[in-house]
């Protein structure tokens, strides 16, 4: 015979953040990307940045200039759109609590408007200071010792009631890893317009991109764009702004042409 196993509050929340995603129509597209010269000033900057962090600060400069990936649609009481001033990502990560590993998320405000080292602090933070002591962590705990029925109640608020919140909570776009020990995933399930998968390991230059987006908001030519746009990012200012972290002078570098998705 089976058993009946409650839900840990980890699962609880991942939970809650699925049940969300599942209503959204959610359509995906993925690439390559050609990043050879980013991957060299990478290894020569200090300290050293996460391609995390690399590419949330490109695709917030790009969402900073296209105003559908701060929109989020809002179905109550008539469907209608939602735009937030500023872009605010919300990055997946696996820490260990009381002898769970669980999803947590990370939320990093305007990452378009600091520095590389700031963004990398932060990040450091997330994934190494104590659970406990990350004010952010502690109140999703929180939350997810809530009844379920109150959870629901306060996701559908928050997603259909009072969106001006929604930024603050659960981010204008997700991040997470789009794949582990060379398998790739086809999407993310998220509660994000907008998610974007990043390789972790970047092989002789190339990185795998997964974009998923909320198909109410973002049309396929217009998701292949941005994935365009975030990849000239990469090769154009953020690719300068490691070059001064290494010590190499930005006008020395050789433009680049090559585009990737």
Request: include cysteine; glycine fraction near 6%.
């Amino acid at each position: 015979m089976g058993k009946r196993i409650a839900l840990t509050n980890g699962r609880r929340l991942v939970d809650d953040v699925i049940r969300m995603a599942s209503r959204i129509p959610i359509a995906s597209i993925s690439g390559d990307w050609e990043l050879e010269e980013v991957a060299k000033l990478r290894r020569m900057a200090r300290p050293k940045i996460s391609w995390n962090v690399l590419v949330m600060k490109a695709y917030a400069a790009v969402a900073e200039q296209e105003p559908m990936l701060r929109q989020g649609y809002v179905s109550f009481p008539w469907g209608h759109l939602y735009e937030h001033h500023q872009s605010v990502a919300m990055m997946t990560m696996s820490r260990e609590y009381r002898g769970e590993e669980r999803l947590l998320f990370a939320r990093f405000n305007e990452p378009n408007n600091h520095t590389l080292v700031d963004l990398q602090e932060q990040y450091d933070f997330f994934r190494k200071a104590p659970v406990e002591e990350i004010k952010q962590f502690k109140h999703q705990i929180t939350f997810a010792k809530c009844p379920s029925l109150l959870r629901r109640f306060a996701w559908w608020t928050l997603f259909n009631v009072w969106p001006i919140k929604r930024a603050f909570h659960m981010g204008t776009f997700g991040m997470s890893i789009s794949g582990h020990r060379g398998m790739y995933g086809s999407m993310h399930l998220g509660p994000n317009t907008t998610t974007i998968g990043v390789d972790p390991m970047p092989r002789r230059g190339v990185g795998r991109v997964l974009l998923t987006f909320d198909h109410r908001v973002v049309d396929g030519a217009p998701a292949t764009e941005v994935v365009f746009k975030v990849h000239r990012m990469l090769n154009t200012a953020i690719r300068q702004e490691l070059a001064r972290m290494a010590g190499v002078h930005p006008a020395t570098l050789q433009p680049l042409e090559k585009k990737a998705a």
